[in-house]
């Protein structure tokens, strides 16, 4: 049950998504060059916090660049580099 509610959820997935790229020239028309600008930035803010949230706070502000970060990200462990286990 749990392998076909599976295949069912990646089929509706595979489905939006062609969705959205057939009519994808269509809603740029309907929004405009501002509209557009708002959707791109709104939807990269929407996968900023996604990534925030896998993530995490502590790990995630090791990716923001060094002229607005605040502090330096230090491994949880002396070995343990970008959440890798360093073997060297």
């Known amino acids: 049950m749990l392998v076909l509610s599976t295949i069912c959820a990646v089929l509706v997935i595979a489905v939006a998504i062609f969705v959205c790229f057939a ?3 269509r ?15 709104l939807s990269a ?22 002229s607005i970060r605040r502090r330096r ?10 959440g890798l286990l360093c073997t060297a």
């Open 23 to 25: 009519y994808a020239d």
């Open 27 to 41: 809603v740029q028309c309907l929004l405009g060059a501002g509209g557009t600008d708002v959707a791109v930035r």
């Open 45 to 66: 803010f929407i996968l900023f916090c996604l990534g925030i949230q896998i993530l995490g706070p502590a790990e995630a502000s090791c990716c923001i660049p060094w």
């Open 73 to 82: 990200c230090r491994p949880r462990h002396p070995t343990d580099r970008a």
